[in-house]
């Protein structure tokens, strides 16, 4: 095998993408549900009708939550870029997958968050608003 059929197999091995195990999977839904808590929790002043209206938003957000940390985590460790090659044999760099997914999610997040706010009543908005902007900046997640 020459070198380029060894950094190609390389490349493939580590490009692909396993599936979470039961274990993994679990965590994760773990992390989701204690997300929507605290974010629903955050609303616990919306009425009845309009928290089950946001519900679907706080589930979201909470997924988004959960899925922005392991992206974080990655790019923390691995950088932003990574090891391509395309069909004529010739590597390079790339940005991330977790890269650009981070930068697309964290964009739809910031855009829930702003129409969550937005479901509160006037007086309260400003204060959620706060609370949550300081919520989401602690990194408790």
């Keep these: 095998m020459n070198e380029d059929e060894i950094i190609s197999n390389s490349i493939l091995e580590n490009s692909q993408k396993e599936k979470l195990t039961e274990e993994?999977?679990?965590?994760?839904?773990?992390?989701?549900?204690?997300?929507?808590?605290?974010?629903?929790?955050?609303?616990?002043?919306?009425?009845?009708?309009?928290?089950?209206?946001v519900q679907n938003l706080i589930n979201e957000l909470a997924f988004m939550s959960v899925t922005l940390e392991d992206n974080r985590k990655h790019i923390e460790e691995y950088g932003v870029k990574e090891l391509y090659m395309n069909g004529k044999g010739q590597f390079g760099y790339k940005e991330s997958v977790e890269s650009k997914n981070y930068n697309v999610m964290i964009k739809?997040?910031?855009?829930?968050?702003?129409?969550?706010?937005?479901?509160l009543p006037k007086e309260e908005k400003k204060g959620a608003g706060e609370d949550l902007l300081k919520f989401i900046a602690s990194g408790n997640r």
């Design 24 to 53: 993994q999977l679990e965590e994760k839904k773990k992390k989701i549900k204690k997300q929507q808590n605290k974010f629903k929790n955050l609303f616990k002043q919306l009425d009845k009708d309009t928290l089950e209206l």
């Design 108 to 119: 739809n997040y910031a855009n829930i968050v702003k129409q969550l706010v937005d479901f």
